[in-house]
């Protein structure tokens, strides 16, 4: 018989064993590790425990997760306290700046907005002229973009840092249905914003930065 016509035999007939346990005993295989023959029974225990090991591995994974995401949750909360308290458009790009850098360790925070509403200075960064092109493209924003900074004219709005910078978030601010601006974070990092990455917490970002914003400026 080849192996698997026994595997076959064993798995549909699992009254074998009960007919002859005594079978069980006299059967030795190769322990896993160390060569030495072992019995059936001693191998499903060592199977059992290397399962165990997997499984404790993975709990240990889980737990780290839970961490993680509660302390960003934490970070998030601050965040949102403080933009609520923001009474000024230049308070909210401060507090922005400030807790994304501070509390989320982002090396640089832009931000641009498409249109200057009455009575704001029009020399702020944050009211630069930004292409039709990136406007566009933040129209078409679902989710927040992650990725290189190559091709994109965002790479330009982190100042002498600019030469740095590896890779970008670049979230859509919206607000009474249509796109206003744009934030763009920049890291030294290659690996700190990547296609494909999870953008739940980004996506929250720009909800947030979009109301107080807007909240700001008079134009929600």
């Known amino acids: ?17 009960e007919h002859y346990a005594d079978l069980m005993a006299q059967i030795a295989i190769p322990h896993p590790h160390s060569g030495r023959a072992i019995s059936i029974t001693e191998r499903q225990m060592l199977a059992l425990r290397d399962k165990n090991r997997q499984l404790e591995a993975k709990l240990v994974e889980l737990i780290g997760f839970g961490e993680d995401n509660d302390a960003i949750s934490e970070k998030m909360q601050r965040l949102a306290v403080a933009l609520i308290t923001a009474y000024t458009f230049q308070a909210v790009i401060h507090t922005l700046g400030y807790h994304l850098k501070e509390d989320f360790s982002i090396p640089q925070v832009a931000v641009r907005l498409w249109s200057l509403p009455a009575g704001e200075r029009d020399d702020l960064p944050e009211f630069a002229a930004v292409s039709q092109e990136l406007q566009v493209f933040a129209e078409t924003l679902t989710h927040p973009f992650c990725g290189s900074t ?41 690996e700190r914003f990547y296609a494909g990455m999870g953008t739940l917490y980004l996506d929250r970002l720009g909800e947030m930065a979009s ?3 807007a909240r700001t400026l008079g134009t929600a």
């Open 150 to 190: 190559s091709g994109f004219e965002t790479s330009t709005w982190f100042g002498e840092a600019s030469v740095n910078i590896r890779s970008q978030a670049l979230i859509a601010l919206r607000s009474g249905g249509g796109t206003i601006g744009m934030i763009a974070l920049g890291a030294y990092d290659m």
């Open 211 to 213: 109301a107080a914003i």
């Open 1 to 17: 018989m080849k192996a698997d016509e026994v595997a076959h035999y064993l798995q549909n007939n699992p009254q074998f064993f």
